[in-house]
């Protein structure tokens, strides 16, 4: 028989509701995962070989949390910032804030952004709402090679570990991961969230270059440099959906 594909769309009825959801196959999975996003609904993720029988059981018993995640997140979530984005806005960054000011140039007149005194200055020659909001976020991911580098190398002294490069990018489902090869790969939205929570993350993903799997070794390593990682997990899968302008 041919292999299925990795991911299919299917249907249950739960008490008086038809839900559609997203099996996805992954090898990586070591036990049935339920997510719910904004967009996406529910995404219900197994190892091979799990039986349609066996998702649709837990399903059953995890419906109330089933249907309360959907209809949390059936409405666009609001921004972190919970107002406009334009000249006065205050945005998070990396666990402090800073208030927005805006600076209209020239055509053709580029100038730098900068950073100081708790304020984020930017020139634009055009200040539409999306090239505010390109430049801006262009402007956090540079910000973030330097902040996830000194992260890194902060809690790196405590574990001791060999890594190699950092990158930035825009993940849609992970906030951070790590490779084989050792290279961190970390989600600039984190910088809106609290310290607490990107440390969290970057301790994450260092542990990883010890134990490559969520073991109870791995979590044990988490803890040890991250006490509260329970608290930061919980943040993120309430208020990750926000972390956008």
Not at 13 to 42: K, M, W
Not at 230 to 240: K, N
Request: proline residues 7%; contains cysteine; glycine residues 8%.
């Amino acid at each position: 028989m041919p292999t299925p594909p990795p991911v299919r769309q299917r249907a249950i009825s739960l008490g008086d509701t038809t839900i559609t959801y997203r099996h996805r196959i992954s090898r990586r999975a070591r036990r049935l995962r339920f997510e719910v996003r904004p967009g996406n609904g529910l995404e219900v993720t197994t190892p091979p070989g799990v039986s349609v029988a066996r998702i649709e059981a837990v399903m059953r018993e995890k419906t109330q949390w089933i249907t309360t995640m959907l209809v949390r997140y059936a409405r666009p979530p609001q921004s972190v910032i919970g107002a406009p984005l334009q000249s006065g806005a205050i945005l998070p960054f990396a666990g402090g804030h800073l208030r927005l000011i805006l600076e209209t140039t020239r055509t053709g007149k580029r100038k730098n952004s900068m950073m100081e005194e708790g304020e984020l200055r930017l020139y634009l020659a055009s200040p539409t709402p999306q090239a505010l909001q390109d430049t801006i976020e262009m402007w956090y991911r540079r910000q973030g090679r330097r902040v996830f580098a000194e992260r890194v190398a902060y809690w790196n002294t405590q574990f001791g570990f060999s890594y190699g490069r950092i990158a930035i990018r825009d993940q849609k489902s992970r906030w951070g991961s790590c490779s084989r090869q050792g290279n961190l790969n970390f989600n600039w939205r984190l910088l809106l969230a609290p310290l607490a929570v990107l440390d969290y993350i970057v301790i994450h993903e260092l542990a990883h270059l010890k134990e490559g799997n969520h073991s109870p070794h791995f979590w044990a390593l988490v803890a040890e440099k991250c006490p509260g990682y329970c608290e930061q997990r919980t943040w993120l899968r309430q208020h990750g959906p926000e972390l956008h302008f």
